[in-house]
């Protein structure tokens, strides 16, 4: 057995990385849940509209769409900034191990965000005319 007073420095360390890449990807939890989220809901309201024609159900459809993308937006951007927060709470601590793992973690948030919109851009829309 392995005695927890003398655990190395580099269960530490070891910990303190997972604890900030952790942290550092909350943004990109938050992102993708909220993605299930807005299309759940969007899903829902087109089962429940489906008596109104789709000339009203489409507007309707489009709006909520829209709120929740704005919705998504602030709160991705709100989780960003308490993120950020945290990392300098810790490199002002001392913990420049966690702190450099948060933003590492950050890193990764964004390309997880930034790679769907990359794919989205430059494959081809209509793969039939391409030269």
Known sequence: MQNTATTGASGGAADNILRGVGVGLAPAAFFYAGILVGFGVVSLLRVATP????LTQLPI???VSALCLVALA?????VS????RQARRWREDGETTAANAVLWGLAVSALLVLVPVLVAILLP???AYIV
């Open 51 to 54: 008596g109104l024609g789709f």
């Open 61 to 63: 459809l489009n709006v």
């Open 74 to 78: 602030v709160g991705f951007t709100l």
């Open 81 to 84: 900034v308490r993120v950020f």
């Open 125 to 127: 829309q209509h793969p």
